[in-house]
């Protein structure tokens, strides 16, 4: 089973930045398209940043601009750099296959923006 561990959420205030990243126990890493999925309190979950096994992104309208999504296919890991980051933005942060996840999933890292 594929275990992904999230990391480098936290309160930030708006218009702050954090960068997120998730390591992922997937051998095979670098044949997948992954991506980050929001799921605000109270809402569903939805994917919000795309990166593709040749590097190319596609975003979520809402971040468009202000995410940046990248990969390190030697480290197995998938980062998320969030700037000038809204109160909409808060909510639980999780990894995953894109734009259908496959994988099981990890326990997230929560991002709370606070004016």
């Known amino acids: 089973q594929v275990q992904l561990v999230e990391s480098g959420g936290g309160l930030v205030q708006v218009g702050g930045s954090l960068k997120l990243s998730c390591v992922v126990s997937?051998?095979?890493?670098?044949?997948?398209?992954v991506g980050w999925f929001r799921q605000p309190p109270g809402n569903q979950r939805d994917l919000v940043a795309t990166?593709?096994?040749?590097?190319?992104?596609n975003y979520a309208d809402s971040v468009k601009g202000r995410f940046t999504i990248s990969r390190d296919n030697a480290k197995n890991t998938i980062y998320l750099e969030m700037n000038s980051l809204k109160s909409e933005d808060t909510g639980v942060y999780y990894c995953?296959?894109?734009?259908?996840?496959?994988w099981g999933w990890g326990q997230g890292t929560q991002v709370t923006v606070s004016s």
């Open positions: 990166i593709y096994t040749f590097g190319g992104t």
């Open positions: 997937e051998s095979r890493f670098r044949f997948y398209t």
């Open positions: 995953n296959t894109a734009s259908t996840p496959v």
